[in-house]
């Protein structure tokens, strides 16, 4: 598991932080989002995965979740971690992806919030649907793209004709 810090989003909003350490053979993960409170039950992603952590804490006016996990325990977390938030949430928690990079610099991706990218391209309108999302668009396929290190199915949106 890749150590450091990584934003924590609740309800599609960024709302605390969350870090991850090493001491000695084990990883500590500490979350904390200041001025939250309720049940929020926290996940890891990243990579596609998602590792549940457990329940935040209520602490100094925000909620707060300490763990310490094993190497083995690790294992059943992204080993690259992107973000944290809420249990099951990984498509409406997913924050806006990175700006492309490699070969698609040149075009402009602008995610529609719930894990779909839409941009325009030699006068069409694309649709890329993540490949684990296992959903089409009405339109051509084009061959597959790697979009922010994720494979991405895409299409060419048919166009609708003037009412």
Not at 15 to 41: M, N, Q, W
Not at 136 to 151: D, N, Q, Y
Request: aromatic residues 8%; proline residues 8%; charged residues 30%.
């Amino acid at each position: 598991m890749t150590t450091g810090e990584y934003p924590v989003y609740l309800r599609g909003e960024r709302a605390g932080t969350v870090r991850i350490s090493k001491e000695g053979i084990r990883y500590i993960v500490d979350a904390f989002c200041p001025h939250t409170d309720g049940l929020v039950r926290l996940s890891l992603y990243g990579g596609g995965r998602e590792g549940y952590l457990g329940v935040m804490q209520p602490e100094n006016g925000g909620l707060r979740l300490r763990r310490s996990l094993s190497r083995s325990d690790a294992a059943a977390f992204p080993q690259a971690p992107a973000y944290a938030a809420e249990r099951g949430g990984a498509r409406a928690e997913r924050p806006a992806p990175k700006p492309p990079r490699g070969r698609e610099r040149d075009t402009l991706w602008h995610p529609d919030g719930l894990g779909l990218l839409f941009a325009e391209e030699n006068g069409e309108t694309l649709c890329a649907v993540p490949r684990r999302f296992g959903m089409a668009c009405r339109g051509t396929e084009l061959p597959p793209r790697v979009i922010e290190g994720e494979e991405y199915r895409v299409f060419a949106l048919e166009r609708q004709r003037g009412v």
